[in-house]
Protein backbone atom coordinates (compact mmCIF):
# COMPACT_ATOMS: atom_id res chain seq x y z
CA UNK A 1 0.00 0.00 0.00
CA UNK A 2 1.31 3.18 -1.16
CA UNK A 3 1.87 5.90 1.75
CA UNK A 4 -0.95 7.99 2.58
CA UNK A 5 -3.30 5.35 1.03
CA UNK A 6 -4.58 3.27 4.35
CA UNK A 7 -8.06 3.03 4.85
CA UNK A 8 -9.15 1.96 8.80
CA UNK A 9 -12.67 0.26 9.55
CA UNK A 10 -14.13 3.43 10.61
CA UNK A 11 -13.59 4.58 7.07
CA UNK A 12 -14.69 1.27 5.49
CA UNK A 13 -18.12 1.42 8.16
CA UNK A 14 -19.05 4.75 6.48
CA UNK A 15 -18.23 4.88 2.53
CA UNK A 16 -19.08 2.56 -0.06
CA UNK A 17 -16.56 0.88 -2.33
CA UNK A 18 -16.81 3.09 -4.75
CA UNK A 19 -16.63 6.28 -2.55
CA UNK A 20 -13.08 4.71 -1.04
CA UNK A 21 -12.32 3.92 -5.24
CA UNK A 22 -13.06 7.85 -5.76
CA UNK A 23 -10.49 9.05 -2.83
CA UNK A 24 -8.17 6.47 -3.38
CA UNK A 25 -7.58 8.05 -7.31
CA UNK A 26 -7.46 11.67 -6.02
CA UNK A 27 -4.54 10.36 -4.12
CA UNK A 28 -3.11 8.63 -6.37
CA UNK A 29 -3.20 11.63 -8.81
CA UNK A 30 -1.52 13.74 -6.44
CA UNK A 31 2.03 11.81 -7.16
CA UNK A 32 1.34 10.02 -10.90
CA UNK A 33 0.44 13.11 -13.16
CA UNK A 34 -0.73 10.68 -16.10
CA UNK A 35 -3.50 9.47 -14.03
CA UNK A 36 -7.17 10.78 -15.97
CA UNK A 37 -10.35 9.76 -15.44
CA UNK A 38 -13.31 9.55 -17.94
CA UNK A 39 -17.00 8.75 -17.26
CA UNK A 40 -20.38 8.90 -19.76
CA UNK A 41 -22.61 11.17 -17.53
CA UNK A 42 -22.31 8.91 -14.47
CA UNK A 43 -19.08 10.55 -12.37
CA UNK A 44 -21.64 11.51 -9.48
CA UNK A 45 -22.97 7.55 -9.17
CA UNK A 46 -19.63 6.11 -9.46
CA UNK A 47 -17.35 8.53 -7.51
CA UNK A 48 -15.22 9.14 -10.10
CA UNK A 49 -17.06 12.84 -9.60
CA UNK A 50 -14.47 13.69 -6.73
CA UNK A 51 -11.37 12.89 -8.96
CA UNK A 52 -12.46 15.24 -11.13
CA UNK A 53 -13.59 18.09 -9.14
CA UNK A 54 -9.94 18.00 -7.60
CA UNK A 55 -8.48 17.44 -11.04
CA UNK A 56 -10.78 19.29 -13.61
CA UNK A 57 -7.91 19.56 -16.35
CA UNK A 58 -7.69 15.61 -16.10
CA UNK A 59 -11.49 14.44 -16.52
CA UNK A 60 -13.25 14.03 -19.45
CA UNK A 61 -17.43 13.60 -19.49
CA UNK A 62 -18.29 11.70 -22.85
CA UNK A 63 -21.58 11.83 -22.38
CA UNK A 64 -24.26 9.13 -22.32
CA UNK A 65 -21.84 7.18 -25.01
CA UNK A 66 -19.85 4.72 -23.46
CA UNK A 67 -19.08 3.19 -26.64
CA UNK A 68 -16.89 6.68 -27.86
CA UNK A 69 -15.53 6.57 -24.01
CA UNK A 70 -13.74 3.96 -24.31
CA UNK A 71 -12.08 4.93 -27.25
CA UNK A 72 -11.27 7.95 -26.18
CA UNK A 73 -9.46 5.78 -23.02
CA UNK A 74 -7.56 3.98 -25.88
CA UNK A 75 -6.38 6.83 -27.55
CA UNK A 76 -5.22 8.89 -23.95
CA UNK A 77 -3.38 5.47 -23.02
CA UNK A 78 -1.85 5.48 -26.31
CA UNK A 79 -0.49 8.90 -25.56
CA UNK A 80 0.97 7.86 -22.63
CA UNK A 81 -1.66 8.48 -20.05
CA UNK A 82 -3.32 6.04 -17.60
CA UNK A 83 -7.32 6.60 -18.03
CA UNK A 84 -9.66 5.85 -15.42
CA UNK A 85 -13.07 4.29 -16.51
CA UNK A 86 -16.02 4.39 -15.04
CA UNK A 87 -19.53 3.92 -15.53
CA UNK A 88 -22.12 1.18 -14.35
CA UNK A 89 -20.98 -2.67 -14.86
CA UNK A 90 -24.30 -3.41 -17.24
CA UNK A 91 -22.63 -0.52 -19.17
CA UNK A 92 -18.97 -1.06 -19.35
CA UNK A 93 -19.58 -5.09 -20.27
CA UNK A 94 -22.53 -4.92 -22.72
CA UNK A 95 -23.20 -1.53 -23.93
CA UNK A 96 -19.62 -1.14 -24.77
CA UNK A 97 -18.55 -4.46 -25.15
CA UNK A 98 -16.97 -3.78 -29.04
CA UNK A 99 -15.06 -0.72 -27.66
CA UNK A 100 -13.83 -2.85 -24.63
CA UNK A 101 -12.35 -5.62 -26.92
CA UNK A 102 -11.22 -4.23 -30.01
CA UNK A 103 -10.04 -0.57 -28.81
CA UNK A 104 -8.54 -1.62 -25.21
CA UNK A 105 -7.84 -5.66 -25.16
CA UNK A 106 -6.90 -6.03 -28.77
CA UNK A 107 -3.83 -3.66 -28.33
CA UNK A 108 -3.28 -4.46 -24.58
CA UNK A 109 -3.29 -0.94 -23.20
CA UNK A 110 -2.85 0.55 -20.14
CA UNK A 111 -6.72 1.22 -19.14
CA UNK A 112 -8.17 1.01 -15.73
CA UNK A 113 -11.82 -0.08 -15.31
CA UNK A 114 -14.31 0.40 -12.60
CA UNK A 115 -17.18 -1.20 -12.64
CA UNK A 116 -19.73 -0.07 -10.39
CA UNK A 117 -22.84 -1.44 -9.95
CA UNK A 118 -22.39 -5.20 -10.29
CA UNK A 119 -24.48 -8.10 -9.99
CA UNK A 120 -27.52 -7.71 -8.24
CA UNK A 121 -26.56 -5.01 -5.75
CA UNK A 122 -28.57 -2.24 -7.37
CA UNK A 123 -31.37 -4.20 -6.50
CA UNK A 124 -34.42 -2.05 -6.40
CA UNK A 125 -33.01 -0.31 -9.97
CA UNK A 126 -34.52 -3.13 -12.02
CA UNK A 127 -33.16 -6.07 -13.68
CA UNK A 128 -31.90 -4.00 -16.81
CA UNK A 129 -29.70 -2.06 -13.81
CA UNK A 130 -28.40 -5.66 -12.55
CA UNK A 131 -25.30 -7.39 -14.28
CA UNK A 132 -24.98 -10.45 -13.83
CA UNK A 133 -23.06 -11.30 -17.33
CA UNK A 134 -19.73 -9.58 -16.76
CA UNK A 135 -17.45 -11.59 -14.90
CA UNK A 136 -18.10 -14.14 -17.93
CA UNK A 137 -17.93 -11.84 -20.73
CA UNK A 138 -14.81 -9.85 -19.09
CA UNK A 139 -12.74 -12.94 -18.40
CA UNK A 140 -13.31 -13.66 -21.87
CA UNK A 141 -11.21 -11.20 -23.41
CA UNK A 142 -7.81 -11.68 -23.91
CA UNK A 143 -5.08 -9.88 -21.87
CA UNK A 144 -8.00 -8.34 -19.63
CA UNK A 145 -7.01 -8.91 -15.91
CA UNK A 146 -10.78 -9.03 -13.61
CA UNK A 147 -11.20 -8.44 -10.01
CA UNK A 148 -13.55 -8.53 -7.76
CA UNK A 149 -12.94 -6.59 -4.14
CA UNK A 150 -14.69 -7.93 -1.19
CA UNK A 151 -15.13 -4.83 0.70
CA UNK A 152 -14.00 -0.88 0.65
CA UNK A 153 -10.37 -2.00 1.74
CA UNK A 154 -10.18 -4.77 -0.74
CA UNK A 155 -11.23 -2.25 -3.33
CA UNK A 156 -8.28 0.03 -2.46
CA UNK A 157 -6.10 -2.11 -2.53
CA UNK A 158 -6.97 -3.44 -5.98
CA UNK A 159 -7.07 0.35 -7.03
CA UNK A 160 -3.66 0.93 -6.27
CA UNK A 161 -2.42 -2.81 -7.06
CA UNK A 162 -4.24 -1.87 -11.02
CA UNK A 163 -1.71 0.81 -11.51
CA UNK A 164 1.45 -1.17 -11.43
CA UNK A 165 0.25 -3.64 -13.74
CA UNK A 166 0.38 -3.22 -17.20
CA UNK A 167 -2.29 -3.99 -19.63
CA UNK A 168 -6.22 -3.15 -19.29
CA UNK A 169 -7.41 -4.27 -15.49
CA UNK A 170 -11.54 -4.44 -14.72
CA UNK A 171 -12.52 -3.64 -11.72
CA UNK A 172 -15.99 -4.92 -10.53
CA UNK A 173 -17.86 -3.23 -7.14
CA UNK A 174 -21.21 -3.00 -5.79
CA UNK A 175 -23.16 0.44 -5.44
CA UNK A 176 -24.46 0.39 -1.57
CA UNK A 177 -22.92 -0.19 1.45
CA UNK A 178 -21.33 -3.59 1.30
CA UNK A 179 -20.30 -4.61 5.30
CA UNK A 180 -16.25 -4.42 5.58
CA UNK A 181 -14.87 -8.05 5.62
CA UNK A 182 -11.45 -6.97 6.57
CA UNK A 183 -10.13 -4.76 9.47
CA UNK A 184 -7.08 -3.44 7.98
CA UNK A 185 -5.45 -3.59 4.23
CA UNK A 186 -2.24 -5.02 5.66
CA UNK A 187 -3.10 -8.88 4.99
CA UNK A 188 -1.32 -9.35 1.60
CA UNK A 189 -3.22 -8.50 -1.38
CA UNK A 190 -1.50 -9.31 -4.43
CA UNK A 191 -3.32 -9.41 -7.99
CA UNK A 192 -3.85 -13.20 -8.71
CA UNK A 193 -3.14 -14.22 -5.67
CA UNK A 194 -6.11 -15.45 -3.34
CA UNK A 195 -6.19 -14.74 0.30
CA UNK A 196 -7.36 -17.75 2.75
CA UNK A 197 -10.20 -15.75 5.02
CA UNK A 198 -10.59 -19.43 7.47
CA UNK A 199 -8.40 -22.72 7.58
CA UNK A 200 -10.46 -25.74 7.05
CA UNK A 201 -10.31 -29.27 6.18
CA UNK A 202 -13.74 -30.34 5.78
CA UNK A 203 -14.90 -28.43 2.48
CA UNK A 204 -13.66 -25.63 0.89
CA UNK A 205 -15.75 -22.34 -0.22
CA UNK A 206 -14.39 -19.81 -2.88
CA UNK A 207 -16.08 -16.61 -3.17
CA UNK A 208 -15.42 -13.16 -4.15
CA UNK A 209 -17.27 -10.10 -3.54
CA UNK A 210 -20.37 -10.00 -1.05
CA UNK A 211 -20.03 -13.89 -0.74
CA UNK A 212 -17.03 -13.96 1.24
CA UNK A 213 -18.37 -12.08 4.72
CA UNK A 214 -21.15 -13.74 4.14
CA UNK A 215 -19.24 -17.66 4.13
CA UNK A 216 -16.98 -16.12 6.74
CA UNK A 217 -19.62 -15.93 8.93
CA UNK A 218 -21.08 -19.45 7.35
CA UNK A 219 -18.05 -21.00 8.54
CA UNK A 220 -17.84 -20.09 11.96
CA UNK A 221 -21.71 -20.92 12.26
CA UNK A 222 -20.90 -24.15 10.95
CA UNK A 223 -18.03 -24.89 13.15
CA UNK A 224 -20.47 -23.86 16.18
CA UNK A 225 -23.50 -26.12 15.15
CA UNK A 226 -22.15 -28.70 13.22
CA UNK A 227 -18.56 -29.68 14.33
CA UNK A 228 -17.25 -28.55 10.67
CA UNK A 229 -14.30 -27.47 9.75
CA UNK A 230 -15.02 -24.92 6.46
CA UNK A 231 -11.91 -23.33 4.51
CA UNK A 232 -12.88 -20.00 3.09
CA UNK A 233 -11.06 -18.38 -0.04
CA UNK A 234 -11.74 -14.65 -1.10
CA UNK A 235 -10.81 -15.37 -5.03
CA UNK A 236 -10.79 -11.63 -5.58
CA UNK A 237 -8.75 -11.83 -8.74
CA UNK A 238 -10.98 -14.03 -11.96
CA UNK A 239 -8.71 -13.62 -14.15
CA UNK A 240 -5.40 -14.47 -13.74
CA UNK A 241 -7.16 -17.19 -11.71
CA UNK A 242 -5.09 -18.47 -8.43
CA UNK A 243 -4.61 -21.76 -9.85
CA UNK A 244 -2.38 -23.52 -6.66
CA UNK A 245 -4.76 -22.91 -3.86
CA UNK A 246 -7.75 -24.80 -6.37
CA UNK A 247 -5.57 -27.82 -6.55
CA UNK A 248 -4.66 -28.06 -3.19
CA UNK A 249 -8.29 -27.53 -1.97
CA UNK A 250 -9.34 -30.65 -4.37
CA UNK A 251 -6.54 -32.60 -2.59
CA UNK A 252 -6.85 -31.72 0.96
CA UNK A 253 -10.54 -31.14 1.30
CA UNK A 254 -12.87 -33.24 -1.16
CA UNK A 255 -15.59 -30.39 -1.30
CA UNK A 256 -15.74 -27.27 -3.08
CA UNK A 257 -18.44 -24.92 -3.29
CA UNK A 258 -18.49 -21.75 -5.27
CA UNK A 259 -20.29 -18.78 -4.73
CA UNK A 260 -20.87 -14.95 -6.42
CA UNK A 261 -23.42 -12.60 -7.41
CA UNK A 262 -23.00 -13.33 -10.91
CA UNK A 263 -24.81 -16.05 -13.56
CA UNK A 264 -23.35 -19.91 -12.72
CA UNK A 265 -22.59 -19.62 -16.27
CA UNK A 266 -18.67 -18.10 -17.35
CA UNK A 267 -17.93 -16.65 -13.71
CA UNK A 268 -15.92 -17.85 -10.64
CA UNK A 269 -18.13 -21.36 -10.43
CA UNK A 270 -17.08 -21.66 -14.21
CA UNK A 271 -13.24 -20.90 -13.96
CA UNK A 272 -12.75 -22.72 -10.94
CA UNK A 273 -14.61 -25.71 -12.53
CA UNK A 274 -12.42 -25.74 -15.27
CA UNK A 275 -9.07 -26.03 -12.80
CA UNK A 276 -10.75 -29.27 -11.28
CA UNK A 277 -11.51 -30.69 -14.63
CA UNK A 278 -8.16 -30.00 -15.93
CA UNK A 279 -6.75 -31.48 -12.91
CA UNK A 280 -8.18 -35.11 -13.76
CA UNK A 281 -8.73 -34.96 -10.10
CA UNK A 282 -12.51 -35.70 -8.67
CA UNK A 283 -14.11 -33.64 -5.69
CA UNK A 284 -17.69 -33.30 -4.57
CA UNK A 285 -18.46 -29.59 -6.64
CA UNK A 286 -21.38 -27.10 -6.55
CA UNK A 287 -21.63 -23.95 -7.81
CA UNK A 288 -23.90 -21.18 -6.53
CA UNK A 289 -25.07 -17.96 -8.28
CA UNK A 290 -27.51 -16.35 -9.94
CA UNK A 291 -29.26 -19.52 -11.92
CA UNK A 292 -29.87 -19.22 -15.82
CA UNK A 293 -32.50 -16.25 -15.64
CA UNK A 294 -32.60 -12.94 -15.73
CA UNK A 295 -32.66 -11.78 -11.59
CA UNK A 296 -35.62 -10.57 -10.04
CA UNK A 297 -36.14 -6.72 -8.30
CA UNK A 298 -36.08 -6.17 -4.84
CA UNK A 299 -33.44 -4.77 -2.45
CA UNK A 300 -29.96 -6.24 -2.36
CA UNK A 301 -30.06 -8.06 0.69
CA UNK A 302 -33.32 -9.94 -0.04
CA UNK A 303 -31.82 -10.58 -3.31
CA UNK A 304 -28.77 -12.35 -1.63
CA UNK A 305 -31.06 -14.52 0.42
CA UNK A 306 -33.66 -15.61 -2.21
CA UNK A 307 -30.61 -16.85 -4.25
CA UNK A 308 -28.92 -18.34 -1.22
CA UNK A 309 -25.72 -16.27 -1.27
CA UNK A 310 -26.18 -14.88 2.03
CA UNK A 311 -25.13 -16.51 5.35
CA UNK A 312 -27.96 -18.79 5.70
CA UNK A 313 -27.64 -20.43 2.04
CA UNK A 314 -24.28 -20.64 2.54
CA UNK A 315 -24.91 -22.88 5.66
CA UNK A 316 -27.80 -24.44 3.79
CA UNK A 317 -25.79 -25.36 0.98
CA UNK A 318 -22.64 -26.65 2.71
CA UNK A 319 -24.88 -29.18 5.02
CA UNK A 320 -26.30 -30.13 1.18
CA UNK A 321 -22.48 -30.98 -0.35
CA UNK A 322 -21.32 -32.41 2.96
CA UNK A 323 -23.79 -35.62 2.22
CA UNK A 324 -22.03 -36.30 -0.91
CA UNK A 325 -20.19 -38.93 -0.97
CA UNK A 326 -16.72 -39.29 -3.02
CA UNK A 327 -14.31 -41.86 -3.89
CA UNK A 328 -11.68 -41.71 -0.67
CA UNK A 329 -9.40 -44.23 -2.01
CA UNK A 330 -8.66 -42.45 -4.95
CA UNK A 331 -4.67 -42.54 -6.06
CA UNK A 332 -4.13 -39.79 -8.07
CA UNK A 333 -0.04 -40.57 -7.98
CA UNK A 334 -0.81 -43.90 -10.56
CA UNK A 335 0.18 -41.88 -13.54
CA UNK A 336 -3.28 -41.71 -14.84
Same mark, same amino acid.
Given at each position: %????????????????????? !???????? =??????? $????????????????? +???????????????????? @??? #? &??? &???????????????????? +???????????????????????? @??????????? @??????????? *??????????????????????????? !????????????????? *???????? #? /??????????????????????????????????????????????????? #????????? =???????????????????? $???????????????? *???????????? $? &????????????? %?????? =?? =????? /??
Amino acid at each position: %MAEGLTWNVYDANTMTQADIY !GEVLCKLG =ETNERIV $GLSADLARSTKIGVFAA +RYPDRFFNAGIAEQNMFGMA @AGL #A &LSG &LTPFVSTMAAFTTMRAAEQV +RTDICYQNLDVKIIATHGGISFGQ @AGTTHHCTEDI @AIMRSMANMTV *IVPADGIECANAVVACLERPGPVYIRI !GRGFEQACYSSDDYGFT *IGKAVEIT #A /GSDITLICCGITVLQAKEAARLLHESDGLSVRVINMHTIKPLDTEVILKAI #AETRRIITF =EDHNVYGGLGSAVSEVIAES $GRACAFSRVGIPDCYS *IVGYPEDLYNFY $G &LDTDGIVKKVREV %MKRDFE =EE =ENWED /GF
